[in-house]
């Protein structure tokens, strides 16, 4: 697993982005992005104020707020040759809503002097182990320029 800040909210495309859009908002892609609602990132044990910039435009590779991942790597033999295949697997995001304990380093920058209080909540839960599969065929199809075709197994 990596969390090297490599995927940051503003980075990501915007298909994946709309699974953070109760929390956050940003105009675009590789604009700056804000926190909607006040939320507690639980992998990073950090709380988020609502307008807090999650993610700045001027510093895309340093982002606030980052995305684990696994890096995937898959390598295989052909013919005597090696291929390799290698893919990020983000984690998923979940946003609930439930009541947090906020630790003395979470309240630090906010007023409230609640111990616990009713947010928002992401935490991140690894990918589907079928997202992380490489499927490959049976059989393997070469056209060569004669136009002929001839079929190996593999």
Request: hydrophobic residues 35%.
């Given at each position: 697993?990596?969390?090297?800040?490599?995927?940051?909210?503003?980075?990501?495309?915007?298909?994946?982005?709309?699974?953070?859009?109760?929390?956050?908002?940003?105009?675009?892609?590789?604009?700056?992005?804000?926190?909607?609602?006040?939320?507690?990132?639980?992998?990073?044990?950090?709380?988020?104020?609502?307008?807090?910039?999650?993610?700045?435009?001027?510093?895309?590779?340093?982002?606030?707020?980052s995305?684990?991942?696994?890096?995937?790597?898959?390598?295989?033999?052909?013919?005597?040759?090696?291929?390799?295949?290698?893919?990020?697997?983000?984690?998923?995001?979940?946003?609930?809503?439930?009541?947090?304990?906020?630790?003395?380093k979470?309240?630090?920058?906010?007023?409230?002097?609640?111990?616990?209080?009713?947010?928002?909540?992401?935490?991140?839960?690894?990918?589907?182990?079928?997202?992380?599969?490489?499927?490959l065929?049976?059989?393997?199809?070469?056209?060569?320029?004669?136009?002929?075709?001839?079929?190996?197994?593999?």
């Amino acid at each position: 697993m990596y969390d090297d800040y490599k995927y940051g909210l503003s980075t990501i495309p915007d298909q994946e982005f709309e699974k953070y859009s109760i929390i956050c908002d940003r105009k675009r892609f590789r604009y700056t992005t804000y926190a909607n609602v006040p939320f507690v990132d639980d992998f990073h044990g950090r709380f988020y104020q609502d307008g807090e910039t999650l993610h700045a435009a001027n510093n895309l590779n340093y982002p606030t707020i980052s995305i684990p991942y696994y890096k995937v790597e898959y390598s295989f033999n052909l013919w005597g040759s090696t291929y390799i295949h290698t893919f990020d697997a983000l984690f998923n995001p979940t946003i609930v809503i439930g009541k947090k304990e906020l630790s003395p380093k979470m309240r630090r920058n906010i007023k409230i002097k609640k111990s616990s209080m009713l947010v928002h909540v992401l935490r991140f839960e690894p990918p589907d182990e079928k997202m992380l599969a490489l499927n490959l065929p049976n059989q393997v199809i070469i056209f060569d320029v004669k136009k002929m075709a001839r079929v190996f197994d593999v």
